[in-house]
T-cell receptor
Framework: RKEVEQDPGPFNVPEGATVAFNCTYS??????FFWYRQDCRKEPKLLMS???SGNEDGRFTAQLNRASQYISLLIRDSKLSDSATYLC?????????????FGTGTRLLVSP | NAGVTQTPKFRVLKTGQSMTLLCAQD?????MYWYRQDPGMGLRLIHY???????AKGEVPDGYNVSRLKKQNFLLGLESAAPSQTSVYFC??????????FGDGTRLSIL
C-alpha cells in the first residue's frame, strides 16, 4: 500500500465550479500535511499547509481528519488558472529525519 | 531572486556514461534534497543533506552519489547511467524539514 494515496483524476470541471480532492495516508504518526501544486512540466510549489482545525486561503480550503487519516482540498469558484496537478504531501519519520512523502497527484482541468 | 537553480535543464546520455547534476540555492537553507519523478510514481527521495558536509540516503539511492561541500550546493552524480534512470530530477531546499522549495527540474534521458 502506498504511504500517500490520491485519485489521479483527471477532474474535469467548468469555470466557477467547486471541486474537492481527497487524499489518504497510512502513517498514523504523521504530523505535518501539505498540498502542493504542480503545473505541467514545472516544479511542485507549496499551495498550503493543512492544520488540524482546517484552514482557508482565499478560494482554497484544506481539512484534516486524523481519525480517518485523510486530507481534503476544496477549491471554490474554479478558475482556468487552477488547472494543474495537486500533490498531497505528508511527513514521515526516517531514522530521525522527517522526510516528506508525496502522493502521485490529482489532475484538475478547468474548462471555459 | 534565483531561489533553487538546477543545471543542466536537459541532458541525453548513453548507457554507462557518467554525469553530475548541480543544484544551487541562495536562501541559506540547511536542508537540501534530490528527488526523481516518474509517471505514476510521484516524487521519490534519492538523497538528502541536513547541512554542509553531510549526506544521507533516501528511498531510491542506488546508482547515485551526492556531495555537499558547500552549503549552497548539492551535487547529484550518476556513476554509470542506466535506462532506468531516465527521469525528471528535482532538487529542493528548505529551512526546516517542512515547506520545501524546488528547482525547475532536469530532464534526463538515458539511451
Amino acid at each position: 500500500r502506498k504511504e500517500v494515496e490520491q485519485d489521479p483524476g483527471p477532474f474535469n470541471v467548468p469555470e466557477g465550479a467547486t471541486v474537492a480532492f481527497n487524499c489518504t495516508y497510512s502513517n498514523s504518526a504523521s504530523q505535518s500535511f501539505f498540498w502542493y501544486r504542480q503545473d505541467c512540466r514545472k516544479e511542485p510549489k507549496l499551495l498550503m499547509s493543512v492544520y488540524s482545525s482546517g484552514n482557508e486561503d482565499g478560494r482554497f480550503t484544506a481539512q484534516l481528519n486524523r481519525a480517518s487519516q485523510y486530507i481534503s482540498l476544496l477549491i471554490r469558484d474554479s478558475k482556468l488558472s487552477d488547472s494543474a496537478t495537486y500533490l498531497c504531501v505528508v511527513n514521515s519519520m526516517n531514522t530521525g529525519f522527517q522526510k516528506l512523502v508525496f502522493g502521485t497527484g490529482t489532475r484538475l482541468l478547468v474548462s471555459p | 531572486n534565483a531561489g533553487v537553480t538546477q543545471t543542466p535543464k536537459f541532458r541525453v546520455l548513453k548507457t554507462g556514461q557518467s554525469m553530475t547534476l548541480l543544484c544551487a540555492q541562495d536562501m541559506n537553507h540547511e536542508y537540501m534534497y534530490w528527488y526523481r519523478q516518474d509517471p505514476g510514481m510521484g516524487l521519490r527521495l534519492i538523497h538528502y543533506s541536513v547541512g554542509e558536509g553531510t549526506t544521507a540516503k533516501g528511498e531510491v539511492p542506488d546508482g547515485y552519489n551526492v556531495s555537499r561541500l558547500k552549503k549552497q550546493n548539492f551535487l547529484l552524480g550518476l556513476e554509470s547511467a542506466a535506462p532506468s534512470q531516465t527521469s525528471v530530477y528535482f532538487c529542493a531546499s528548505s529551512y526546516t524539514e517542512r515547506s520545501q522549495h524546488f528547482g525547475d527540474g532536469t530532464r534526463l534521458s538515458i539511451l
